[in-house]
């Protein structure tokens, strides 16, 4: 949490329970459409940020990878985080460094996150960035990747 936050930990939390097997099982169908395989090791680093209520660091899920307190080696948590990405399964937010779990139903968006300077928390969120790949196109750019963070207080924070 935030230095100036004063409210309870947990204002956002990550999946849990079904919820949390849910969201596991679409990722597995995805894998199985594109004839990628959720190994082990990816499934994992997926369900950690899945449960998080946060953004993640590598090594904050270097640390938290294995079930016995047991670290991963930092190459495997690595290349899970590139497959995830990969397949649109997390985002990574520059300005923190950390990743995030991508919203499993959207299909082909910009990533765009509401960052809590407060709690840290982030939202994803669907903007309209059409005026300007519109006016990218216009200049003759194949626009490739928008990523938006905007920073603030969540709701939460606000009313602590």
């Given at each position: ?95 923190l460094n950390a990743y995030v779990p991508c919203r499993l139903d959207a299909e ?26 519109a006016a990218a196109q216009a200049a003759g750019y194949a626009v490739r990747a ?15």
């Open positions: 949490m935030g230095a100036e936050c004063h409210h309870e930990d947990g204002i956002h939390p990550g999946l849990r329970g079904h919820a949390l097997r849910r969201a596991l099982g679409l990722a597995e169908s995805k894998c199985a459409e594109t004839q990628e395989r959720l190994t082990p090791p990816r499934r994992r680093v997926l369900e950690l940020l899945l449960e998080s209520h946060g953004p993640l660091k590598a090594y904050d899920l270097i640390a938290a990878f294995g079930a016995a307190g047991e670290p991963a080696k930092p190459p495997t948590v690595y290349r899970a985080l590139e497959f995830l990405e990969r397949l649109g399964f997390a985002h990574r937010i520059e300005s082909g968006h910009s990533a765009a996150f509401l960052i809590c300077d407060c709690c840290g928390a982030a939202e994803e969120f669907e903007p309209d960035f059409a005026p300007q790949l928008v990523t938006l963070e905007a920073r603030g207080r969540c709701p939460a924070c606000r009313e602590a």
